[in-house]
């Protein structure tokens, strides 16, 4: 089945600093990707969804400019906490679906846990 | 709005016993719903979904979900666990109507199934 690799697994950062999450679709194209964040015994929240070559759309209450987010190819997409604080701490999944797929060929990335101290 | 409530953060079962992980929703018309699987160090992977048709859905693994629509559940089920069942099991949802919004997701569940 197609993968999605999500880099790094885990990260550990100070505060103040930015950090990079990196998805790629490793056999398929991916012409829209989705950005979830999960807090402890919580839902997956979605963060916003990103379409090859345009600029992501965000849901509500999510802060574009704290969580800057590229999508220039159709392999991969950047999450970008910048500025990280500890209430950024959280785990942080990326989803791909190729093009005309359904919800059961929206394939997802292993997560990074993400700990700001 | 959507919503996808599942009730239990941990279930426990005996290898061979049958097992249930429980989810209700809250859509505006008709729901599609899915059964997603996460094993250890895995990316979330798709299970089964009910769009339409027969209540009761056979997926990937042994897997079958039943759609009951007076209790709006959608509990995933298997008649003999297995020790190799044993991961983090979500359950998600979208309207009929709800175009191609993103699913929503529940809190997921975590299957423990002991030999």
């Known amino acids: 089945g197609a993968v999605v690799s999500q880099h790094p697994s885990w990260v550990i950062c100070k505060s103040g600093t930015s950090v990079k999450i990196e998805c790629r679709s490793l056999d398929f194209q991916a012409t829209t990707m989705f950005w979830y964040r999960q807090f402890p015994k919580q839902s997956l929240m979605l963060m916003a969804t990103s379409n090859e070559g345009s600029k992501a759309t965000y849901e509500q209450g999510v802060e574009k400019d704290k969580f800057l987010i590229n999508h220039a190819s159709l392999t991969l997409s950047t999450l970008t906490v910048t500025s990280a604080h500890p209430e950024d701490s959280s785990f942080y999944i990326c989803?791909?679906?190729?093009?005309?797929?359904?919800?059961?060929?929206?394939?997802f990335g292993s997560g990074t846990q993400l700990s700001v101290l | 709005a959507q919503s996808v409530a599942q009730p239990e953060d941990q279930v426990n079962v005996a290898e061979g016993n049958p097992l249930t992980v429980k989810c209700t929703y809250s859509?505006?018309?008709?729901?599609?719903l899915f059964w997603y699987v996460q094993y250890p160090n895995r990316g979330l992977q798709f299970l089964l979904k009910?769009?339409?048709?027969?209540?009761l859905v056979k997926g990937s693994y042994g897997f079958e979900a039943e759609f009951n629509k007076s209790q709006t559940s959608f509990h995933l089920k298997k008649p003999s666990a297995l020790v190799s069942d044993s991961a983090l099991y979500f359950c998600?949802?979208?309207?009929?109507?709800?175009?191609?919004?993103?699913?929503?997701f529940g809190k997921g569940t975590r299957l423990s199934v002991i030999a």
């Open positions: 989803s791909a679906r190729g093009a005309g797929g359904g919800d059961e060929k929206l394939f």
């Open positions: 009910y769009i339409t048709g027969d209540n």
């Open positions: 859509v505006s018309g008709n729901p599609y």
């Open positions: 998600a949802v979208r309207g009929e109507n709800s175009g191609n919004t993103p699913l929503v």
